[in-house]
């Protein structure tokens, strides 16, 4: 069984500065992707980024980047020139790539409530 | 497209009451999850569909529970009798699985979120 672990309950970050939120995980598989979903005050679940295990290349999405250390099972997200629209909660969220039989959901951390202040 | 449509957003009813949950997945995905989000249990899984079918319902806490996905365009989940521990989030998300045979990201809706008074 997979386990995601976000150890930062709550944190903020002055508008336009830079903040990373941690995640580790533990799995035995080999083929997988990891996420960070957000979810604002609304309540949706946002999709920010996703990084296949395969690939080196830390993913990036704009001002959102991933630092991926696979053999650390370390997955932290960096958020860059933070605005007021980022507040929200981030979940990091693993899925295995492939399965015969097997489940595809996905298993969430606990979240990390990030607070940008003006 | 519209992405992941639920329906109600929001619903209040009485312990006791049947309640009805709704999803419409994004045309063209072969996977539907429903997932249950509770500040005590955080995001879980309730049930997944393939092509319609349930493949894994180990997270439907119990006979309470019911999913159905009648079609490729329609699901639903069912709680009767309701009790106020049911109070949460209820996310219907969608993926669909390449030819290859991997998974792809799966996409959320707006949730429906449920009070039982």
């Known amino acids: 069984a997979q386990t995601v672990t976000q150890s930062q309950p709550e944190m903020s970050v002055q508008e336009a500065e830079t903040v990373t939120l941690s995640c580790t995980y533990d799995t035995s598989e080999n083929n997988y992707y990891l996420f960070w979903y957000k979810q604002p005050p609304s309540r949706q679940m946002i999709l920010v980024i996703r990084?296949?295990?395969?690939?080196?290349q830390n993913a990036t999405e704009n001002r959102f980047s991933v630092n991926f250390q696979k053999a650390a099972k370390s997955f932290s997200l960096k958020i860059s020139d933070s605005q007021l629209g980022d507040t929200a909660m981030y979940f990091c969220?693993?899925?295995?790539?492939?399965?015969?039989?097997?489940?595809?959901?996905?298993?969430f951390g606990k979240g990390t409530k990030l607070s940008v202040i003006p | 497209d519209a992405g992941v449509i639920q329906s109600p957003r929001h619903e209040v009813t009485e312990m006791g009451q049947e309640v009805t949950l709704r999803c419409k997945p994004i045309?063209?995905?072969?996977?539907l999850f429903w997932y249950r989000q509770t500040m005590m249990r955080g995001l879980e899984l309730l049930i997944y569909?393939?092509?319609?079918?349930?493949?894994?319902d180990s997270g439907m806490p119990e006979d309470r529970f019911s999913a159905k996905m009648p079609n490729a365009s329609f699901s639903t989940l069912k709680i009767q009798p309701s009790e106020p521990r049911d109070s949460a989030v209820y996310f219907c998300a969608s993926s669909i699985r390449t030819s290859g045979g991997l998974q792809e990201t799966q996409y959320f809706g707006p949730g429906t979120r449920l009070l039982v008074l």
């Open positions: 969220a693993f899925m295995k790539r492939w399965s015969r039989a097997g489940s595809y959901q996905l298993t």
């Open positions: 990084q296949e295990a395969y690939k080196q």
């Open positions: 045309s063209g995905h072969d996977y």
């Open positions: 569909f393939n092509n319609n079918v349930p493949i894994d």
